[in-house]
């Protein structure tokens, strides 16, 4: 049985992801991530401590983080931790502690033109929809399971899914 490795980040990127292929079809996406924790002493001072990350996307989650990791934008990384390890040219031990990311979550993008309030509030319509969707999904499997679920929600949540809405990563 694996042993439990898990971890959650959420913070933003630090520079635009690179994707790369080492091998013939094995995608990899690198970005560094910076995560701020805030804290108050006991005399009343905050103070700001700032912890950076290196994520690694592989396969078609690679490709997706490419797009969408924009320095500064916020991310949200699900994953489990790696350690890489080597010897270096003077026959060092030496060892590097990476995030390989299962899942991303991005806020929504931020720009100074006048369509910002638009651009969010269209990611922010996506969420929702998406979340609907998801319900729409839960409220069906409850259904077959016996349970039951008022008409109007099941109607509502069904014009969701055949709008034919993107299926994209959630935004937080």
């Known amino acids: 049985m694996n042993q ?3 971890i959650i980040l ?5 520079r635009q ?4 292929e080492p091998a013939k079809g094995f995608k990899v996406c690198k970005f560094p991530m910076a995560v701020n924790r805030f804290t108050k002493s006991s005399n009343g001072d905050f103070s700001e401590e700032v912890s950076f990350f290196d994520v690694e996307a592989y396969g078609k989650m690679a490709e997706i ?5 924009i320095k500064g934008r916020g991310v949200r990384v699900v994953g489990r931790l790696k350690q890489n390890r080597w010897k270096d040219n003077d026959g060092k031990n030496q060892s590097k ?6 899942h991303c979550e ?12 638009a651009e969010g509030s269209k990611e ?3 969420e929702y929809s998406i979340e609907k969707a998801k319900e729409s999904l839960d409220s069906a499997y409850a259904k077959a399971d016996g349970y039951s679920v ?19 990563e959630a935004v937080f």
């Open 106 to 117: 991005y806020k929504p993008k931020a720009n100074a033109e006048e369509g910002t309030k």
């Open 65 to 69: 983080c490419e797009k969408n990791t």
């Open 17 to 20: 992801g690179e994707l790369s």
């Open 150 to 168: 008022p008409e109007e929600e099941t109607a509502d949540e069904t014009k969701v899914i055949t709008e034919g809405q993107e299926k994209e």
């Open 124 to 126: 922010i319509r996506k």
């Open 97 to 102: 502690i990476i995030v390989v990311a299962e």
């Open 4 to 6: 439990l490795n898990s």
């Open 10 to 14: 959420e913070g933003n990127v630090v």
